[in-house]
């Protein structure tokens, strides 16, 4: 019913920059949260940095000052810039939206995913 479609990912050196691009489509009434995860070979997925509807944000601490989350809620899409990049941030990034859909006549809401984007920093 919502589909997120990710770009921007790939290869940069340590220090370079980034920018993440995620875009919702589909069914969709309203989206609540958006945010961005990543998940490192052998580690669990962590949460990166999260938006609310009303522009709140929230980030984790290994990217403060570094990672900038912003939306555009009349394109449903989230943007993820990434400054000063460190071979840490290598991952798999995903981006996730708390979303209403309208469907058959009933609203529901659950929280959906995009298939992942590749972040390869070298040192």
């Known amino acids: 019913q919502v589909q997120l479609v990710e770009s921007g990912g790939g290869l940069v050196q340590a220090g370079g920059s980034l920018r993440l691009s995620c875009a919702a489509s589909g069914n969709i009434f309203n989206i609540n949260t958006m945010g961005w995860y990543r998940q490192a070979p052998g580690k669990q997925r962590e949460l990166v940095a999260g938006?609310?509807?009303?522009?709140?944000?929230d980030y984790a601490d290994s990217v403060k000052g570094r990672f900038t989350i912003s939306r555009d809620s009349t394109k449903n899409t989230v943007y993820l810039q990434m400054d000063s990049l460190k071979p840490e941030d290598t991952a798999v990034y995903y981006c996730?939206?708390?979303?209403?859909?309208?469907?058959?006549?009933?609203?529901?809401?659950?929280?959906?995913w995009g298939q992942g984007t590749q972040v390869t920093v070298s040192s």
């Open positions: 996730n939206a708390d979303a209403q859909v309208y469907y058959l006549g009933i609203y529901s809401t659950r929280r959906y």
């Open positions: 938006i609310t509807h009303g522009g709140s944000t």
